[in-house]
């Protein structure tokens, strides 16, 4: 009975996965502004190239 008390107040104290969690809730959190930045100049560098075509037509 007592090992069973051990593993489960181990369990209760690890803070492992915790510390995982987070990083990965960061990582999205990096990954969608970035993804944000992206798109926004990539519509914004299409708007140019199709000014720069039209231009030299």
């Known amino acids: 009975m007592r ?3 051990k593993i489960a107040s181990d369990f209760l104290r ?4 915790a510390t995982a969690i987070e ?3 960061i990582a999205g ?3 969608i502004v ?3 930045a992206v798109n ?3 519509s914004s ?3 140019r190239f199709v ?3 039209e231009r030299l037509k």
């Open 23 to 25: 990083y990965a809730l």
């Open 34 to 36: 970035v993804i944000t």
């Open 51 to 53: 000014t720069v075509n």
């Open 45 to 47: 560098m299409n708007d």
């Open 3 to 5: 090992f069973i008390a």
């Open 14 to 17: 690890d803070e492992s996965g």
């Open 40 to 42: 926004s100049i990539g």
């Open 29 to 31: 959190g990096i990954s």
